[in-house]
Nanobody, 123 residues
Framework: QVQLVESGGGLVQAGGSLRLSCVASGRIFSSYTMGWFRQAPGEEREFVAAISWNENEYYAESVKGRFTISRDNAKNTLYLQMNSLKFEDTAVYYC?????????????????WGQGTQVTVSS
């Protein structure tokens, strides 16, 4: 069982930055593929970024060049550095864990989810 707790959301002006964190319980964090997803009101949950156990990174086109995903296996922590934020980045951001080495952008492939953290970008 893996438990995930996100933090770091908040209100920021367009063009600003935020860093999200996700602390995972369990001893096998290092072997999991980790991902960030987001969900805006009235929209489906969408893929943002993922990082494999060996730190290969994958991004949605909408955030490529602005967001950076990283992980610290010693701290069981996943990060999402978000720069040059836009109004359309406003959403609840979720951390997710997948017990497998392969990258996936599908919510169906992630078994564990955090409770989400709100990011609001003012225009």
């Amino acid at each position: 069982q893996v438990q995930l707790v996100e933090s770091g959301g908040g209100l920021v002006q367009a063009g600003g930055s935020l860093r999200l964190s996700c602390v995972a319980s369990g001893r096998i964090f290092s072997s999991y593929t980790m991902g960030w997803f987001r969900q805006a009101p009235g929209e489906e949950r969408e893929f943002v970024a993922a990082i494999s156990w060996n730190e290969n990174e994958y991004y949605a086109e909408s955030v490529k060049g602005r967001f950076t995903i990283s992980r610290d296996n010693a701290k069981n922590t996943l990060y999402l550095q978000m720069n040059s934020l836009k109004f359309e980045d406003t959403a609840v951001y979720y951390c997710a864990a997948r017990n497998g080495p392969r990258y996936s952008a599908s919510t169906k492939d992630y078994a564990y989810w955090g409770q989400g953290t709100q990011v609001t970008v003012s225009s």
